[in-house]
Nanobody, 120 residues
C-alpha cells in the first residue's frame, strides 16, 4: 500500500508564498515521476508541475516563473514552492506519483489534497 501525505496549504495574501510538501510512504518500489495538480471550484483538475525521475520538469504556463517543483529522493518527498501567489491560484492541490509496487504495475497514486487560498 502506498500513502501520500500532503502538507503546507493555507491562507496567504496575494503576492505571498507557500511551500507544499508531499511525503510518499509504503511499499512503493519505483517512482517514475511526481507532480502537483490543482482543482479550483467548478473547474477540472489541471497539472501544475511535474518532475521525472531523471529530473526533467514541466510547468503549466500559468505558474512558470513563480512555482518551483523539487524532490528529495532519499525521503521520497516532493515539494512545490509557490511565490507571487495570485487569487487565481486558489484551489485544492493534489500530489501525484507515477510509480509501482512489487504487487502492482505502474499506476498513478494521489494524495488527499491540501487547500490553498490566496486572498486579502
Amino acid at each position: 500500500q502506498v500513502q501520500l501525505v500532503e502538507s503546507g496549504g493555507g491562507l496567504v495574501q496575494p503576492g505571498g508564498s507557500l511551500r507544499l510538501s508531499c511525503a510518499v510512504s509504503g511499499s512503493i518500489l519505483s517512482i517514475y515521476a511526481m507532480g502537483w495538480y490543482r482543482q479550483a471550484p467548478g473547474k477540472q483538475r489541471e497539472l501544475v508541475a511535474s518532475i521525472t525521475s531523471g529530473g526533467s520538469t514541466n510547468y503549466a504556463d500559468s505558474v512558470k516563473g513563480r512555482f518551483t517543483i523539487s524532490v528529495v529522493n532519499v525521503k521520497n518527498t516532493v515539494y512545490l514552492q509557490m511565490t507571487s501567489l495570485k487569487p487565481e491560484d486558489t484551489a485544492v492541490y493534489y500530489c501525484n506519483v507515477d510509480g509501482r509496487t512489487i504487487a502492482t504495475s505502474r499506476r498513478n497514486y494521489w494524495g488527499q489534497g491540501t487547500h490553498v487560498t490566496v486572498s486579502s
